[in-house]
């Protein structure tokens, strides 16, 4: 059985203080169950901070984004050896808002994925199609051309531990979401890319998100589903009440 991950994306929300009350209001409350994990994806400079606080607990803190080189003479970016140094467990790699607006290719987030692995790091690797792509019926091949790229020339073991989360562009943010059949086909297909590459123990093993517009009315609907294996949540996990919420249904 893979466990159901549930990750809480900020993106570029928050204060400090919010964002160390958003802690101190849930992290009590995560069940201690081996079904399900609980991560918030916050702005890098409360991330040490937020790793302290959570020390012990069953909340875990992961980056948005990092560079894929140890150090040097790249101004503005962080390193995946500053993230683990500080504690930090997971890595939000290629999300469609860094591949839009900042210029992430899949070259570049496969340079990520093995620099995440290279230093302890687990990448929570997102991709997804546009509304026309998606109406030109090229969700199936874009997806499996973002992860192939994303995830070659890693090990079978690191392909396992790797989070892929099928985010379809469109559904972000939008209040729109893909039908749970929908999100679930893609999700599916995802894993079958996974075992061409792989095999199917790999393939089985390997935790598929979906994102986009997920809210606590809609979660359950698509956590039923054969292949979503938990969310990744923008808007509904900046409320403390509703990532509670969408946390405790991956225990059902
Ligand atoms: P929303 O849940 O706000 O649609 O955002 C999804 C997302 O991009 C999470 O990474």
Redesign the pocket.
Known sequence: MRKKIIAG?W?MNKTLSEATQFVDDVVGKIPADEKVEAIV?APFPYLASLVEKTKGTNLKVSAQNMHFEDNGAFTGEVSPVMLTDIGVTHV?LG???RREYFAETDETVNKKTHAAFNHGLTPIV?VGETLEQREANETKSLVETQVKKAIEGLSNEQIAKTII?Y?PIW????GKTASSEDANEVCAHIRNVVKEVTDEATAQAVVIQY?????PSNVDELLAQSDIDGA??????LEADSFLQLVEAGTK
């Open positions: 994306n993106k994806c939000v999300h469609s808002e997102c989360a985010e559904a972000i943010g939008t994102g986009g517009s997920v809210k990744l949540v923008g808007g509904a996990s």
